[in-house]
């Protein structure tokens, strides 16, 4: 699957500091033969992956939509699209599929959010379902691409 991960506030906090657990974030769904792609709305943000030493576990960069997120997306035509996605923001996972985690504003090292994301994540690869209350299913295809 190709995942796609925000950077604010899902990856970094407001001072760039990385949130913990995000190289394992990337690491486990790379070893489970899933693509991590970052995006964000405020552009291509390669530079702070490269920062923390994150960019070889990224899969490629992309521009995150702001709103009306499946009508945009599909304007952007994107080289992919995301089978799931974690985000601080809980409308564009219901518009798209995956798992919202609370904002990570300031740097807190007993912070676990994306250790769950990922649990969440696979957890659904490998079964289907997903029991996390903050999982949200992918729309079906038929309907995203027609949206």
Known sequence: ???FIDVDYTLIAANGSLRPNARELFLRLREAGHRPWVWSGMGIRKEEMVRHG???CVAGY???PLDDYLKTLRRLEPEVWPDLIVDDHSEIVEAFGGVTVRPYFFTDTD???LRRAADALLQYAETGECADPAFRAPPDR???LSA
């Open 1 to 3: 699957m190709d995942i």
């Open 54 to 56: 994150m960019d070889g």
């Open 62 to 64: 992309l521009v995150k």
């Open 111 to 113: 912070d676990r959010e």
């Open 142 to 144: 038929y309907s995203r």
